[in-house]
């Protein structure tokens, strides 16, 4: 990267949203020819561009690292006065209003660590272009309101790259003298250049045929190198399962008479949208019983689904500039969460989401990071795939589903689709979109554009006893972030509901009450019993709500609120008030959770994936997001210290769950899931209980078992432990999986992830595995990442955790910025600790940015958290 190369005294300017102007150029086709070689690729480009209205500008093509070997104005080579290089950009002065540019440059994929633009993937060459990535292959106006349509041709040695892919549909190919072989693909579809894709590879495919609603014939194929084909038919699957959902809950077709998805074990990210030329992180590929958790397939559905979705909320439909990406991310997310949803346990998997939004976006919103969905500025946009854009920006679609419902949700989205289909478009037209096809106004709700911060709502119910009404105070109020220290009041879709204390009847039904003012006072008449509230039902807005609930009327909505999501909140407001006063005090009353507890394990009505959700503890990290200051070691102990409580009170339970839920061979069907879900729950309770048994226990389901849910379950549980199988365990585990990347990376992370005092060590000693490399983003990931989200390890007290973190993210900066950049948060959280933490995070958190060639990534992450 050339940034790499800035000089301290010219700090890189920040992109303003506020500066946006339409293109001076516009591209209307492309014509692209790779001669492909690992070491030395030569890249040819054909521009017809047009002059975007009245100006003198000349064009300004971007490049990344990029040397023009020629460039030909109009059919002229040489043509050397007309062209200069503005530092990584090439300047083009042309006088009339249409013209043909020709490049060519030379890259060298085998050396390109980045994983940004062409790059060498496990022998095979792939691209990745979004954000920025295609001016690392060619010289382009890459941004994504430049619409072309490509043609490409691809020329590499057969042998060693018998399959050529790329956008769109195949045209022609052929065989050369030389071993070499050409292929030309043409993508019918306009479309920015962050959706260009092309792969070479030593590749086979599992193909099947789609027909579409309207009759039109679909070849769909994901490619994989021959070892891995057995591994592709629950993706291929869920390939399928997408393309029917789209059609029946958005009535949106495939459009190419082509689909393909390549799979690749070195990829920045979960995978990429590449018009009809998918491209994933082979994690979210291939599985099967033997190596892939229950989690993972989940995973592999909604990634699959995600990534097809977006062609049309991403392809069809575009992004204008990169501060709209939520437009396409948020929206996306939302369309995914929605398939899962309808695949299984909708209520399961409202929870997950909810639990992730708050591992991952909450301290976002909350710390130096902190950004609307619809940022105003950026250094370094790779920076800016994040939570909140993701998640936050699906809960804030989730909200205009919830205020207008169904019908009228979907529609805004045909009128969207339809209004801007070809287009690049905003996140202002998506919300007029709705507007206009409903004839409603949100002119207040277009605050959860701009404002940052998670709200927080404040609900005091107050019933006379023996009275008739209750009386329900509603306040909110958006903390201050970083350059936002004043903040307006948002639209809350707050669904909430009664529930008499005594009967357990409801009083009423559930309401959506719509709060848009600072305070709101609500009314219920005819209570005729002391009434408990439950509020944010369904988590129908993404806020923190604190209410003047009592521990009893939490421990009653946990056993009989009607709504599950509900449920599952009041038993977790529970856990938590429950640890956050033993944190203080040191002890805790442990009798109300307890009961909670036993109530929904022995609740035979409730399906077993909820159970296992429900009595989950909240994680460390959860908890001290609600302190002050946080103390992992208290964290720690008081969980445990739960848990230990949970186990042993509850222990004929637990053996009881976990004998129900042990069953016959694998099946994955939402039952055989949610039974090997609270098998593994029960386990690890049993495990805090300190019965003697279990490590022999959870070895035996380790060796025994017949799927990776299961094993994978055993191990977390024997490497939290002291048990002596632990060792063992891990020696087996590693050398039955050394060969498979992807499980290998369970057996660092789970490690990485261990509550044993001696994890900081362990972990140091593994980033010297000869298996560890800081190379391969997912390994990295596993080991490194795993470890920042260790609260009490990476936060011992003696500072290691911080050295070493900081240690694994310079070098890995070096290679690859955008991975190292996205897992520095958790050392940017340094105020939320004591001094002592306060000073030893700082100084890892100046150490790097003192690190010579800091990437503009890392220079954004880090100044950022040091200031804001
Ligand atoms: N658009 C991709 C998705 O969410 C995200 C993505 C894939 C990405 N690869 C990337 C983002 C590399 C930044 C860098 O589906
Ligand atoms: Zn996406």
Not at 753 to 779: I, K
């Amino acid at each position: 990267m050339a940034d790499a190369l800035r000089s301290p005294d010219q700090p890189p300017a920040p992109i303003l949203r506020s500066d946006y102007r339409a293109p001076d150029w516009q591209v209307s086709e492309i014509a692209l020819d790779f001669d492909l070689d690992p070491a030395r690729t030569v890249v040819r480009a054909k521009l017809h561009v047009t002059r975007n209205g009245d100006h003198d500008r000349p064009l300004r093509l971007d490049g990344d690292g990029l040397q023009p070997l020629s460039v030909g104005i109009d059919g002229v080579a040489g043509s050397n006065d007309r062209w200069r290089m503005d530092g990584d950009a090439l300047v083009v002065d042309l006088d009339g209003k249409a013209h043909v540019v020709e490049t060519e440059v030379a890259i060298a994929p085998e050396r390109n660590t980045q994983l940004m633009g062409l790059y060498a993937s496990g022998g095979n060459l792939c691209t990745q272009c979004e954000a920025e990535g295609f001016r690392r292959i060619t010289f382009f106006p890459d941004r994504p309101d430049v619409l072309a349509r490509y043609s490409v041709r691809m020329t590499a040695d057969k042998a060693r790259f018998p399959v050529l892919l790329a956008n769109g549909d195949p045209i022609a190919h052929g065989d050369l003298e030389d071993g070499c072989h050409w292929a030309e693909w043409h993508d019918p579809f306009p479309k920015p250049s962050y959706l260009f894709a092309l792969v070479a590879g030593d590749l086979v495919a599992n193909r099947a045929t789609f027909v579409t609603a309207s009759g039109r014939e679909v070849q769909l194929a994901i490619w994989v190198r021959e070892k891995d084909l057995a591994k592709t038919d629950h993706a291929l699957d869920a390939l399928k399962t997408s393309m029917a959902w789209d059609e029946r809950v958005y009535g949106r077709e495939y459009d190419l008479d082509v689909f393909n998805i390549v799979a690749v074990d070195d990829f920045n990210f979960g995978a990429m949208e590449n018009k009809g030329l998918n491209i994933f992180n082979s994690r979210y590929i291939l599985a099967d019983p033997d190596t892939a958790t229950d989690h993972d397939y989940d995973a592999i559905a909604a990634v699959v689904a995600h990534e097809y979705f977006h062609n049309w909320s991403g392809n069809r439909v575009t992004c204008r500039d990169w501060f709209q990406l939520s437009l396409k991310e948020g929206f996306t997310v939302f369309r995914d969460q929605g398939f899962s949803a309808d695949q299984g346990s909708a209520a399961v998997k409202r929870i997950e989401d909810v639990r992730s939004l708050r591992a991952a976006q909450f301290p976002e919103d909350a710390g130096p990071l902190a950004h609307p969905i619809r940022p105003d500025s950026y250094l370094e946009i790779s920076n800016f795939y994040t939570a909140t854009i993701y998640n936050k920006g699906a809960e804030v679609v989730r909200m205009l589903h919830t205020i207008l419902g169904p019908q009228r949700f979907r529609a805004g989205t045909d009128l969207y689709f339809d209004r801007f289909d070809g287009t690049a478009a905003t996140c202002e037209d998506f919300v007029a979109s709705m507007e206009e096809a409903n004839g409603v106004d949100l002119a207040q709700f277009r605050r959860w554009y701009s404002q940052a911060g998670t709200p927080r709502v404040t609900a005091t119910l107050e019933h006379e006893p023996g009275g008739g009404t209750a009386t329900l105070h509603l306040a909110q109020a958006v903390p201050p972030t970083p350059g936002q220290p004043h903040k307006l009041p948002m639209v809350l879709p707050l669904k909430l509901r009664l529930f008499g204390g005594n009967t357990g009847r409801p009083l009423g039904d559930e309401q959506l009450v719509l709060l848009s003012d600072a305070e709101a006072t609500l009314r219920f008449e005819a209570v005729t019993e002391r009434p408990v509230l439950s509020i944010n039902r369904g988590f129908s807005a993404p806020v923190i709500v604190d209410t003047n609930r009592t521990p009893a009327d939490l421990a009653f909505l946990s056993g009989h609120d009607d709504d599950p999501f509900a449920r599952y909140e009041a038993m977790q407001q529970l856990m938590l008030d429950t640890l956050v006063a033993s944190v203080a005090s040191g002890r805790g009353d442990h009798g109300a959770v307890v009961d909670a507890v036993r109530e929904t394990l022995r609740n035979p009505e409730l399906d077993r994936a909820f159970v296992a959700e429900a009595v989950l503890l909240p994680s460390d990290n959860f908890i001290g997001d609600q302190l002050p200051i946080v103390d992992p070691d208290a964290i720690f102990r008081a969980r445990e210290a739960l848990r230990r409580d949970i186990g042993r009170a509850l222990e004929r339970d637990w053996r009881q769950a976990y004998e129900d839920t042990r069953n016959g061979a694998f099946e994955y069907s939402p039952e055989a899931k949610g039974k090997r879900r609270l098998k593994t729950v029960a386990l690890g309770y049993l495990a805090a209980s300190g019965a003697p048994d279990i490590g022999e226990l959870a070895f035996a389901q380790f060796e025994q078992a017949d799927n990776m849910t299961d094993r994978q379950g055993a191990l977390m549980t024997l490497v939290n432990g002291p048990w002596d199988q632990r060792v063992a365990a891990l020696d087996i585990f590693y050398n039955r999986y050394r060969d498979n990347p992807l499980v290998l990376d369970k057996w660092f992370s789970t490690q990485a992830l261990s509550t044993r005092d001696d994890t900081p060590e362990r972990v140091e000693e593994l980033a010297g595995h000869r298996d560890f490399t800081l190379a391969n983003p997912n390994r990295a990931r596993a080991l490194v990442g795993a470890f920042g989200v260790n609260q009490r390890a990476f936060h011992a007290a003696d500072g290691r955790g911080y050295r070493f973190f900081a240690q694994q993210l310079i070098a890995l900066d070096r290679l690859n910025p955008q991975t190292a950049a996205k897992m520095m948060p958790p050392l940017g959280r340094w105020r939320r600790f004591d001094p002592a933490r306060q000073q030893a995070m700082r100084a890892a958190l100046e150490q790097i940015l003192a690190s010579p060639g800091l990437s503009k990534d890392m220079l954004e992450q880090v100044s950022k958290s040091l200031a804001g």
